[in-house]
């Protein structure tokens, strides 16, 4: 499983509030992303980073921030939540071969 | 974006029979990519990869193949099982980011 958990796991929310989804992982690679994943699209990317404090924007960055402090955490805020949020999020890594491992997903509901 | 596209949303086979997934590719400029296995609730989970030098690559039951003149990927699974029912994506790799089909869906009939 490349050693990356996500928290929490499942998550119900009202519209208007901040969200923080963290993904960890234990293996130090340099690489990690966040996706969302709905049905009818493949995943598709929200943000990644590329080491601590370096990060970029993906195709679907708007509504969303993340903060890389220290190598082993990616987290993504959603500033103020709102029902087109609703998906589920993966987070991955890049392991040294150039593959992407995900972690096993966060189910978030905005009411 | 990149568009990764794949052939048939669902497919069905008989237990023990071969399975065959395809994928689209739009750019020619990608250089690896990868198959994975998605189950009910769970992440996806990496499969096999091919890079771009090559045109096959075999694993335990599954093959890759790469046809760069058409931009086309397909995964076979040998001897399909149930436990191989699953939605399967193809991811294409560009730079730093990956681009992602919607998947297909493998039902295995026993």
């Known amino acids: 499983d490349a050693g990356i958990t996500q928290s929490p796991r499942h998550k119900v929310t009202e519209t208007g509030t901040p969200v923080t989804l963290r993904c960890h992982q234990t293996?130090?690679?340099?690489?990690m992303y966040w996706y969302r994943q709905d049905p009818g699209h493949g995943l598709r990317l929200i943000h990644y980073?590329?080491?601590?404090?370096?990060?970029d924007k993906g195709e679907v960055s708007d509504g969303y921030s993340v903060s890389r402090s220290k190598t082993e955490d990616f987290l993504l805020t959603l500033e103020s939540a709102t029902s087109s949020q609703t998906s589920v999020y993966f987070c991955?890594?890049?392991?040294?071969?150039?593959?992407?491992?995900f972690g096993p997903g966060t189910r978030l509901t905005v009411l | 974006g990149e568009s990764v596209g794949l052939h048939l949303p669902t497919l069905s086979v008989q237990e023990g029979d071969n399975s065959i997934i395809n994928c689209a590719y739009s750019n020619s400029a990608s250089d690896y990519f990868i198959w994975y296995k998605q189950e009910s609730g769970k992440g996806p989970q990496f499969i096999i990869d091919i890079r771009s030098n090559m045109d096959k690559r075999q694993g335990q039951r599954v093959t890759v193949l790469l046809n760069k003149t058409v931009k086309h990927l397909s995964l076979q699974i040998a001897a399909t099982q149930p436990g191989d029912s699953a939605v399967y994506f193809c991811a294409e790799n560009l730079g730093n980011q990956f681009y992602f089909g919607t998947g297909t869906s493998l039902t295995v009939i026993p």
């Open positions: 980073s590329y080491g601590v404090k370096d990060t």
């Open positions: 293996e130090n690679h340099r690489y």
């Open positions: 991955a890594i890049r392991g040294t071969g150039g593959e992407q491992f």
